[in-house]
């Protein structure tokens, strides 16, 4: 910052007129003076000028606010110079005490930090996730399209090109409605051949998102006709990277998957879209050759944006009635099927929201312990002041004096901790942006928060600055004669029932923290426990997709999957090869309608579906799967053949109910001749996820229903990781072109299934710990110094005769009841409260006793740890040097 | 007839700086910066802030003891600065100060105080 600049910010102190006025002059000045001084006089004119904003600029505004001051009082020094020396004796007398006092000092420092840092982290994340707005034009304009069935609970399917045709035609609520298609592609040409994200767009995408090309165009009608569709945009990024910024790029050819695409636009640095960080654009083909648009396979996302006067939930009525015409044009096809319009902000969000506002919960509630904490121990300071305070007070400090000094020494305090909270907040949110597994919004990228920073430091500063005014206020009330009155022992009332119920508070705190965190670990392991229905340990896993202009529509394809396949299968390391079209856990999935022979419809049925894979013979062997009836694929099942199927059992219960399907028949809605023979059932396995139910699923043999892109999955006994160059060089061997993508062990594509899962559970159970710790420093720091106030009055007792033991037993049981009724209180809450994160658990209901009870044991446990220390001190006191002390 | 507002004995004693900035405009209009020059170099060059000094002229101005002056006629208009001088109440008040430290002056004692040093 140069120097002009921060001294306009020391100017904002005068009031406007004047610095509107002078302001330029003022500048000048200080300026001519700065450039005459150098070394020390520099940092002396600055110390001058600072004194100076401080003292006239608010000076000079309160000489605008009173037209009738005493005309002599207007120069020099009318803001007593006194304050500023006092402030600075306070501020010296502070540091003095924190230093004498570093337990306190520390304890306190700490807490506020550890909070500080915890708060701003996690509400970071929550504002860049949920609150600061999406980065497109209007975005609350912008909706989403999904095909809806409401029979079979699916609000969100994915769109088929025929029905996002016609909503397109018939809508009149959107302004702009597109397809969009994700998809990977080979770049080969200039440079590396490389794998990128690429999207199929209708023409209207770019106008939905409101992004115009910065070179050249972007789409427009007819550049989806077969023919003229080889046409590409090209992001920003890959404009840069791949070819150097060059403007004249418009034009040029590229090679994708080895056929020419001409170069149409690129598009500006800032351009954004949802879901997709699509480095190519082309044009969606709606329609290949002569038959019309398929109603059958589902494959788009449809984005619109609303028309200004359009609401969505008027969008919402006009989409179900096109829905329900087009069910009555299509009965066959579109039976039950309907459009449905949900915001865009909504989507995005949704995935993530319930498990940051449990996390917002959780350091809210950190927040709140550390405050406790903060002012029970500042509380218990001042106790031990009175004296010093008294002694002040009798030889002539005044009130206002003694109060400024302790909220002086407050400030202090958490000035400190907010400068190391400050710290936290920087490390933390790194660690959040780093760990976040599903980062719901990628291309905001969570940064540090100033607003939640500041509201943060806000509130640490105005609770450590009450905890501090509060015994200052009633110091001032009192008789500066009564401390000093035989030693000072009357305990004031409303300090200890104040303390008494702080203690309760931070225990039912933590209680909620430490029940919420074991609801979630409780919860991950019963994920974990889940049966995956295949083994994880010991396979790789990867993904290979051939160019559909290379390999053709099948036959090529299968030809080469096979031919990789009986080669891995001849290394000497690899147990099993199987491929699978859609592997599991892995978020591939599709779905198709298909037919049962022989099973009658009701008409409150909803449509019969399964999720088809294409797999290889050995599949099943090769990921650890179980056939639970029937046989397995054979070599001999190929295109030829007759057609057979395997059904997992989910699909067996649910469409051959009390009946064994082994020998029955069923095929897909829109193959009517093709009916396949089911020759056996596969145990279940987990699709989306260990926590995810399992969908109906049927596996076709690869041959009978080729697929352009399969995930194989190896068995090895050794270590998975090193099939890789093995892999490598048969691919390689086959077809040097291609690149291999998603190369995982089954471990790896285990582990991100529950990514998201863990990661709550990690920062909850962090925060648990962090809340135990603070409560536990909490309550000791009350106790020790309940101890040391009562030091003498255990003497006296002591000296008459009471029991060490009985005197102990007498500080456990008040400390005791204080943690027992927090525990109550929290628990019992708890069972309320925790309502609220069900839908993050998985396999343990909120209410869960174990739980409860172990959180009651190791909270009661702790707690009583903290209380112990000084109990045993309070136990040992000797009775004659306390009893001296007191004197 | 005046009000109490404006009497000059009203405005006694006079902070040093006031009494300074009154005397530099005593010769007639000055503009700002070279009042503050002025100034330095009587002090030393150190007291004087910016923010004091103009935070005082705006005291001055709106207590009428000084007031603006239109700058000359053949300066650069791009470089107009700010002319002041004394009011008739200024030039009253620097003249009550005045003879308020002449009344010291004049004293024996003081004399004898200055000698002392």
Request: glycine share 8%.
């Amino acid at each position: 910052m140069n120097v002009q600049r921060l001294y306009r910010m020391l100017l904002r102190t005068f009031p406007k007129d004047l610095r509107d006025e002078f302001g330029g002059q003022m500048e000048a000045l200080f300026l001519a003076e700065l450039a005459n001084a150098r070394g020390f006089r520099r940092w002396r004119l600055w110390q001058r000028a600072l004194a100076d904003a401080w003292r006239h600029g608010w000076g000079a505004r309160r000489d605008s606010w009173s037209r009738f001051r005493k005309t002599s009082s207007y120069i020099e020094y009318d803001l007593p110079r006194w304050r500023m020396d006092t402030l600075r004796y306070d501020l010296r007398h502070a540091v003095r005490a924190m230093v004498r006092q570093p337990g306190t000092a520390f304890i306190v420092v700490l807490t506020l930090a550890l909070a500080i840092g915890a708060n701003t982290a996690v509400f970071s994340a929550v504002h860049t996730v949920l609150l600061r707005p999406l980065p497109y034009t209007q975005p609350e304009r912008l909706v989403m399209v999904w095909e809806k069935r409401e029979a079979e609970g699916v609000m969100k399917n994915s769109v088929s090109p025929a029905d996002y045709l016609d909503w397109a035609r018939l809508n009149q609520s959107f302004a702009a409605i597109a397809a969009f298609n994700g998809a990977a592609l080979d770049l080969t040409g200039e440079g590396d051949p490389e794998k990128i994200e690429a999207a199929g767009v209708s023409a209207p995408y770019f106008d939905v998102f409101g992004v115009g090309a910065l070179y050249g165009r972007i789409f427009q009608e007819g550049d989806d006709v077969i023919g003229r569709n080889h046409l590409v945009v090209l992001s920003h990024a890959l404009w840069r990277q791949r070819f150097g910024s060059d403007p004249k790029v418009v034009g040029r050819p590229i090679m994708l998957n080895r056929v020419s695409f001409q170069i149409v636009g690129v598009l500006p640095s800032n351009a954004k879209f949802p879901n997709t960080e699509a480095q190519i654009f082309m044009p969606l083909v709606m329609q290949g050759g002569v038959d019309p648009p398929t109603r059958t396979s589902h494959q788009f996302l449809v984005y619109a944006r609303l028309k200004p006067d359009v609401t969505v939930v008027q969008a919402r009525s006009e989409m179900d009635r096109i829905g329900r015409d087009l069910e009555k044009q299509y009965p066959t096809l579109s039976r039950g099927h309907g459009a449905h319009v949900t915001p865009l902000a909504a989507e995005i969000i949704e995935p993530v929201e319930s498990t940051l506002l449990v996390l917002m919960a959780a350091v809210g509630f950190i927040l709140l312990i550390a405050c406790i904490n903060v002012t029970n121990l500042l509380l218990a300071r001042a106790a031990g002041r009175r004296r010093e305070m008294a002694v002040r007070s009798a030889i002539g400090a005044g009130r206002s004096r003694l109060v400024r000094q302790v909220l002086v020494e407050c400030g202090v305090l958490a000035v400190a901790g907010s400068a190391f909270g400050l710290a936290v907040a920087t490390w933390g949110v790194q660690l959040l942006a780093a760990q976040m597994p599903v980062v719901a919004r990628p291309e905001a990228g969570i940064v540090l928060s100033i607003p939640v920073l500041l509201f943060t430091l806000a509130t640490t500063i105005v609770v450590a600055l009450l905890a501090g005014a509060l015994p200052a206020w009633h110091m001032v009330r009192e008789d500066p004669a009564e401390p000093l009155k035989e030693g000072g022992r009357s305990p004031v009332s409303l300090r200890r029932r104040l303390r008494f119920g702080l203690i309760v508070a931070e225990v039912a705190l933590t209680s909620l923290l430490l029940v919420g965190a074991g609801l979630t670990i409780r919860s991950f392991r019963a994920v974990l426990s889940q049966e995956a229905g295949l083994e994880t340990s010991g396979r790789l896993t990867f993904r290979l997709a051939l160019p559909f202009r290379r390999y053709g529509d099948g036959v090529d394809a299968t030809r080469f999957f096979g031919e990789l396949e009986s080669r891995l299968a001849g290394e000497a390391l690899i147990r099993q090869v199987g491929a699978n079209s859609l592997p599991p856990l892995t978020g591939f999935d599709g779905r198709r309608g298909v037919v049962i022979e022989g099973r009658v419809v009701g008409p409150d049925d909803g449509p019969t579906r399964a999720h088809p894979r294409s797999v290889t013979s050995n599949y099943i062997q090769a990921i650890g799967a179980r056939l639970r009836e029937g046989r397995g694929f054979l070599p001999s099942d190929d295109a030829a053949s007759a057609k057979v199927a395997i059904i997992n059992e989910t699909m067996a219960r649910r469409y051959w109910p009390g009946a064994s399907p082994i020998g029955r028949r069923v095929r897909y809605t829109d193959q009517p001749e093709q009916w396949r023979e089911v020759v056996g059932i596969i145990n279940d396995v987990k699709h989306w996820g260990l926590d995810a139910p399992v969908n109906p699923e049927i596996y076709l043999p690869m041959s009978q229903a080729p697929s352009e892109a399969m995930t194989f999955v190896l068995a090895t006994n050794g270590d998975p990781l090193s099939l890789i160059p093995i892999v490598q060089r048969h691919v390689r061997e086959l077809d040097s072109n291609l690149p291999l993508f998603q190369v995982r062990t089954m471990e790896q594509v285990a582990a991100r299934s529950v990514e998201r899962r863990r990661w709550t559970m990690t920062l909850l159970g962090c925060f648990a710990v962090l809340a135990l710790v603070l409560a536990a420093a909490g309550i000791y720091g009350v106790m020790a110094h309940l101890v040391s106030l009562r030091t003498p009055e255990i003497g006296v007792r002591l000296t008459l005769g009471a029991s060490p033991l009985g005197v102990m037993r007498q500080i456990l049981g008040q400390a005791l009841v204080q943690i027992a009724i927090g525990l109550v209180l929290g628990l019992g809450s708890s069972l309320l409260l925790m309502q609220g994160i069900r839908t993050i658990l998985f396999g343990v209901e909120p209410t869960d006793p174990l739980t409860l009870v172990l959180v009651g044991v190791s909270l009661l446990s702790v707690a009583l740890l903290a209380v112990a220390v000084p109990a045993y001190r309070a136990m040992t006191i000797d009775p004659v040097s306390s009893l001296r002390q007191s004197a | 007839m005046p009000q109490d507002r404006d009497r000059p004995e009203r405005f006694l004693p006079l902070k040093p700086l006031v009494l300074d900035i009154l005397l530099a405009l005593a010769d007639g209009k000055r503009h700002g910066w070279s009042v503050v020059r002025d100034l330095q170099q009587r002090e030393g060059g150190e007291k004087l802030l910016p923010g004091n000094f103009y935070r005082t002229l705006r005291c001055l101005r709106d207590d009428g003891l000084i007031e603006e002056a239109p700058g000359d006629a053949n300066e650069d208009p791009g470089e107009r600065r700010q002319y002041f001088r004394l009011t008739r109440l200024g030039t009253l008040v620097a003249r009550a100060e005045a003879r308020r430290i002449r009344a010291v002056m004049v004293d024996p004692r003081t004399q004898k105080l200055l000698k002392a040093r």
